[in-house]
């Protein structure tokens, strides 16, 4: 049998041994290229020796391979030859993913005691046409002009921006990365390079169109392909102006074709029009917030880089309602001193994209980070994903420019996380003022506001609504309710504007929640400017929205926590965290001698009882090759079961990423696993055990 012996165990990293300083961490993916982002932290890492472990490059078909070969995903309906954008996810992905929403669960809805939510995937038109959803969520599309082929504006100018740029590389002699890249491997797509230099000054130009691309409008984007001339890639031909796309698969709800719906595209709608139940469930206070785990879709133009970019996906969102008038944070300080990669607006608008490194603390006070609870949200968002296994060098958070933002934002920052497509967005966090709440609220008459005790009784001028309810009434007949509804739903500016429309013209139309109009003469509506005592103040609360893309970041920890051992660019590692790893333990018996059997039982029987997943390799591969499938697997703990278990009930545990070995009584071995699969370090915990060097007499 082959056993390592490591002197010293490689350093791993979790929230708790977090300090906050970008360089103290080790990141985990061996990269060897020659991107800043990639280069690993000297500090702690044990060398090569020691762990068996050196940097081959990062190769991604390497990595996709892997996946693939041990079905962590592949593509939907691959026997029908597969449909781009939809992806399934075998019995690693599938645990990997539970994992990483377990952990989300813990780390969010149960940390922050947010108030759980699963509302339906199939959604009622109305709420995404108040929304905006119907009018407003698409992206710009050009054709082909002669193929028909079609592509996302952006992306087309993008690609054919970096590809000209990595020409521009080639012929200045610079070694050049592969950018793009489709896992499935099939119908590859991707603009090619063609080696030749460009001049200075137009290598600016593309830079800074590259850094502000997320900010250009279909018309700029339909400028952009004129004056750069660019052209289907694969055809050389001309493409369309940009049009508008929406992204939503539309259907209709039962069978009389009468009730529109979508399948929701973000969970949110789900959170605001539940608001006013979720306000009561928290006794009518705020702060509070909502979370949400559960599948969106997306038309999306084109597909591309595997997970990244798909058509169904898995989200988990918050909705955190706050008061307007104070976005202060009760546990900011908690966080204040994390330090995070900042990509501020200003800096990309110059076309540029160094980073800020500054504390959250810093980014609020200093104003980039618009207030504390968003900050927060952002500090709360960098320790998930490192908690997870993403590697913080290769972590950032960059703000909305002008016109990516919402009209209606007050402020919003993505955590891109850098992988081998470049820096993907993996999570979005904005403050989206009042806009949902007062939107739905106005379309359906549902008031959707906090009321507040006020400490001192305040007087205020108000307007005061009077109606003539004999008239009314009757008039109105069954629709008397909706329509009185629609006026008291008001504000005080609408009811200044019909006040004004009142006196001018004797009446007004009154849009009730059934779509319709009604005239309202002012003979039985009147509104009256009027000194009141308020003892309460009435507010429609602001959401400071985190919103999470799980196959994304699963996708992104694959690529950082994968590498290859020294001797063998074939043997591949997944270093996921103990906490995360599909499986926690490999139980690896000698033989397959039944002699083994009880005690196989006995020790995955405790395992199960623990709740660690583990598994029993007993196949007739030598243990070297079996614990080697498990690296790929990203199974952090072996434990071998040999005569010597049987005789003197010891047991040895073999860690993943060093190799390293020690041995003891059996329940000593579940002790220590069971520790470090609660986030117990290797380097501590292995030295509660002498190592093993294979010639001990036990
Ligand atoms: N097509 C998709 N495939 C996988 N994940 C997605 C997709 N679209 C969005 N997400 C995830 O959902 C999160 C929140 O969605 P949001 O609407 O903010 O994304 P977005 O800005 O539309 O993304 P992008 O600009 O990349 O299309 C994103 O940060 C991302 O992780």
Known sequence: MLRTLVSRPFHTYSSSTYQPTLGAFTSRACFTTSSSFHARSKMAAPSSSEVNKTAHAFERSALEGLLIKRFFFCPAFEIYGGVKGLFDYGPPGSSLQANIIDTWRKHFIIEEEMLELDTTIMTLSDVLKTSGHVDKFTDWMVKDVKTNEVFRADHLVEGVLEARLKGDKEARGAKVEEKEDDPTKKKKKKVKSVAIQLEDSVVAEYESILAQIDNFNGKELGELIRAQKIVSPETGNEVSEPVEFNLMFDTQIGPTGQIKGYLRPETAQGHFVNFNRLLEFNNGRVPFASAQIGKSFRNEISPRSGLLRVREFTMAEIEHFVDPLDKAHDRFESVKHIKLNLLPKDVQTEGRTDLSQLTIGEAVASGMVDNETLGYFIARIFLFLIKIGINPERLRFRQHMANEMAHYAADCWDAEIHTSYGWIECVGCADRSAYDLSVHSAKTQNKMVVRQPLKEVRIVEKMVVGLD??????????????????????????????????????????????????????????????????????????????????????????????????????????????????????????????????????????????????????????????????????????????????????????????????????????????????????????????????????
């Open 469 to 698: 309810k004999k008239v009314f009434g009757p008039r109105f007949k069954k629709d008397a309710k909706i329509v009185e509804d629609a006026i008291m739903a008001f504000d005080e500016e609408k009811l200044k504007e019909v006040a004004a429309e009142l006196a001018e013209k004797q009446s007004t139309t009154v849009r009730a929640s059934n779509g319709q109009d009604y005239e309202v003469p002012s003979s039985i509506f009147t509104i009256t400017p009027t000194t009141i005592r308020e003892q309460v103040r009435e507010f429609v609360p602001n959401v400071i929205e985190p919103s999470f893309g799980i196959g994304r970041i699963l996708y992104s920890l694959l690529e950082h926590s994968y590498w290859a051992r020294e001797d063998d660019v074939n043997r591949g590692v997944l270093s996921l965290p103990p906490t995360i790893a599909p499986i926690k333990v490999l139980i690896v018996p000698i033989s397959g001698n039944t002699e083994f059997k009880p005690l196989i039982r006995e020790v995955s029987q405790t395992l199960r009882g623990l709740g660690i997943a583990s598994r029993v390799d007993d196949s007739g591969a030598s243990i070297g090759k079996r614990y080697a499938r498990n690296d790929e697997l990203g199974t952090p703990f072996g434990v071998t079961l040999d005569f010597a278990s049987l005789k003197n009930g010891t047991m040895t545990l073999r860690e993943r990423d060093t190799t390293l070995q020690v041995i003891g009584k059996i329940d000593e071995v579940i002790k220590l696993v069971a520790d470090l699969c609660s986030g117990l370090e290797w380097s501590e915990g292995s030295k509660r055990l002498p190592a093993y060097t294979g010639e001990q007499e036990i």
